[in-house]
């Protein structure tokens, strides 16, 4: 039996990977890599940097519980300390 490559409803008999049709033809590495660039080009244009931080883990889970206490993701959190911090050493200069 013949099957024509216009065909989608006849069964893939000389096939050798069983299972659902490949919708992307990129690998999940690849598209993944893709997604990411993408990613990045947003936030740059958003006006975001990103920032990597390396701390214990006792840190980190304490940085988890405020995070949770507070309702915010740890860059929301972190970027509203710093800028409280900035805020009060601001208030602290003009006085002097």
């Known amino acids: ?18 299972g659902r049709p490949r919708t992307q033809p990129l690998t999940r590495k690849d598209q993944l890599k893709i997604n990411k660039r993408a990613q990045r080009v947003k ?11 390396i701390v214990e883990q006792e840190v ?17 959190w972190l970027t509203q300390q710093i800028n409280q911090s900035l805020g009060v050493s601001k208030s602290t200069r003009s006085k002097k």
């Open 43 to 53: 936030e740059k244009a958003q006006g975001l940097k990103r920032l990597e931080l």
């Open 1 to 18: 039996m013949a099957k024509a490559s216009s065909d989608r409803n006849t069964i893939d008999l000389f096939g050798t990977t069983p």
């Open 60 to 76: 980190l889970d304490k940085l988890d519980q405020l995070c949770e206490k507070n309702g915010l993701k740890r860059a929301e």
